[in-house]
């Protein structure tokens, strides 16, 4: 489903990430994981077409993000760190308004909010200025921007952060529940996330791909602690453990 090959990305002098290559099937959650600063959030942004690369190539379902870009959107939702949240907008409307924007017909736009509204939890408070909600129900708004136009990727990038324990179950049963058919890219530095969730693991570490395997196959002999401090560069300090840990 996501094919990412020799992925590099230069800001003038300075390499933020070489030669990145993945990949993730149909059906997958994938846990992309590194440090801060190691890359996540330069690849998460070329993946799903906000930033260009300088080199490389990334497919999804077949499509060339460079060369098909339109196609590759209507296959991808995104949730960045930070939601692109209208806190003026009560909820309903502003899936109403992100759906128009992702060219969901008008005949089909209210079926599409029923069904992003009950996916994420968020039926009770459609009626609520997004303003007003807790930062666990502003992150389910997110996930539903994302998944408005129905697609088949989801790309998340550090979707717990900043939540109470609590919240971050709540929204870790959530993207469990939408995987499904869906390919998922989970991006995170807390390694609870990826050892509960995804199938398969990512290790990215100054700005290149260090580990790439089944997680079964990583924990069959250490814990995803040891193989995550394992592969990384001692220099960049350590990675939250703790479920909730601050970044």
């Known amino acids: 489903m996501i094919e990412v090959r020799n992925l590099t990305k ?48 990334v497919k999804v379902a077949g499509y060339d993000i460079f060369e098909d870009s339109y196609e590759v959107r209507k ?22 308004f992100v759906g128009r924007i992702k060219g969901i017909a008008k005949a089909e ?3 599409h909010v029923d069904r992003a509204l009950a996916q994420c939890g ?9 303003g007003h909600l807790s930062k666990g129900f502003r992150q389910r ?25 609590r919240q971050i179950i709540e929204i870790r049963t959530l993207i469990r529940e ?20 995804c199938e398969k693991v990512v290790i990215i570490d100054d700005g290149q791909i260090v580990v ?11 814990s995803l602690e040891q193989v995550f401090l394992q592969n990384i560069t001692k220099d960049r300090g350590v990675v939250d453990v703790e479920e909730g840990a601050a970044p």
């Not at 933020?16 to 959030?41: E, H, V």
């Not at 968020?122 to 997004?130: C, N, P």
């Not at 997110?142 to 979707?159: F, K, W």
């Open 109 to 111: 736009l209210s079926d």
């Open 178 to 197: 939408l995987a499904g058919e869906r390919t998922v890219i989970l991006s995170t530095h807390i390694l609870p996330e990826v050892a509960q969730l």
């Open 75 to 96: 296959r991808i939702g995104y949730l960045p760190e930070s939601p692109p949240l209208y806190f003026d907008m009560n909820v309903l409307t502003y899936l109403r």
């Open 10 to 57: 230069r800001f003038g002098e300075i390499v933020a990430i070489r030669d990145i290559s993945f990949t993730a099937a149909t059906g997958q959650i994938l846990g992309f994981l590194g440090p801060n600063g190691a890359g996540k959030t330069t690849t998460m942004r070329i993946i799903t077409g906000f930033m260009p690369a300088s080199s490389g190539t």
């Open 212 to 222: 790439e395997d089944a997680l079964a196959n990583l924990t069959r002999e250490m």
């Open 122 to 130: 968020l039926v009770e408070v459609a009626g609520r200025l997004v």
């Open 141 to 165: 708004v997110g996930l539903a921007q994302a998944l408005i136009h129905n697609p088949s990727v989801l790309v998340l990038d550090e979707p717990t952060i900043g939540l109470d324990p």
